[in-house]
């Protein structure tokens, strides 16, 4: 059976009832499917306009679950949206940026999904809606694993909440592939570094996408680089041992070996991209 709920609270409705897959657009359910035909319960949430843009509220950018890259593209953000803005842009192609989400990213959990690290890196929430109300959860706990969230089956993903404290740090997004275009990432890098008065860091955030189940902050780097000189040469304090947190695998894209090694470069370089858009 295939449903298009208008508003959001008949979208929960229907859920909530009996059940049912979410369909936003479409750019992971339907690949995921392959030769096969939905089973059960379709809940296309496109015609839902309420949870679609981005607005600017009191302490929090709210990114709509219903929000396409391209709008994120498309759309005035602070600087500190900079690396969300460049993963915007290598997320498949123009068409993919057109149909596919950022919800829709982040519910599939995918450990390359090029959303997640600029994301964590913003310290985002999630929103999610059901029948009984809304609740709140920060992006490092929604995503637990590959493919792995803490969605319960009832619940939407409403919106994308970004808080406006480190609006004006200065951010950037870097992706590793095979190719330049329309690939999967063998490892990505995201990075929000907020300046003091002097010029130095007074807060980072480091997070590493395709290295790991989930996407991961780097914790102690965030800590090392507080004090560095926002200026060039930054990356020579990120050294090997900060990369601990990561876990790579071996698969057909690269070995855990050489995507440890490109983290290494990657990371270096993403903080020196930082200082150049300063
Ligand atoms: C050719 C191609 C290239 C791609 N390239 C990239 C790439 O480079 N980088 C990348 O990260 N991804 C890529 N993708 C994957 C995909 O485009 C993105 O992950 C996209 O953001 C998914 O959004 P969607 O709206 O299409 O999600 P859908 O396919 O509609 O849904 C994905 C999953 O999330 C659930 N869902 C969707 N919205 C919600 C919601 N609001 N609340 C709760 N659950 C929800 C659905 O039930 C489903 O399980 C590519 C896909 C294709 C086909």
Not at 61 to 73: A, C, M, P
Not at 155 to 170: K, Q, S
Not at 239 to 248: A, D, F, T, V
Request: charged letters at 25%; proline letters at 4%; hydrophobic letters at 45%.
């Amino acid at each position: 059976m295939y449903l298009k709920p208008k508003t959001l609270d008949e979208a929960v409705l229907f859920l909530s009832a009996q059940g049912g897959w979410i369909l936003a657009g479409g750019t992971d359910f339907y690949p995921a499917l392959g030769e096969r035909l939905p089973q059960g319960r379709v809940v296309d949430i496109t015609a839902v306009g309420e949870i679609r843009g981005i607005s600017i509220e009191a302490e929090w950018i709210r990114i709509g679950g219903l929000t396409t890259w391209s709008e994120v593209i498309r759309t005035p953000l602070p600087r500190c949206f900079d690396a969300l803005k460049a993963a915007a842009r290598e997320v498949g192609s123009v068409q993919i940026q057109n149909r596919g989400t950022v919800a829709g990213n982040l519910c599939n959990a995918s450990p390359a999904a090029d959303g997640v690290p600029p994301l964590l890196a913003l310290d985002a929430e999630v929103e999610l809606a059901s029948a009984a109300g809304r609740r709140r959860l920060a992006l490092a706990e929604f995503v637990v694993g590959n493919r792995k969230t803490q969605r319960r089956a009832d619940e939407i993903l409403a919106a994308v909440l970004v808080p406006r404290r480190m609006e004006n740090a200065a951010s950037a997004f870097l992706k590793l592939g095979a190719r330049r275009y329309l690939v999967i990432s063998i490892s990505m890098v995201a990075a929000v570094l907020q300046a003091d008065g002097a010029g130095c860091v007074s807060e980072a955030r480091i997070a590493v996408g395709s290295c790991s189940a989930k996407a991961q902050r780097l914790v102690q780097l965030e800590r090392d680089l507080v004090g560095a000189a926002l200026a060039a040469g930054i990356g020579r304090v990120v050294k090997e041992e900060h990369l601990l947190p990561l876990s790579p695998i071996d698969d057909v894209r690269a070995t855990a070996e050489y995507r440890r090694d490109a983290s290494l470069t990657l990371v270096r370089r993403t903080l020196e991209a930082c200082v150049e858009s300063h």
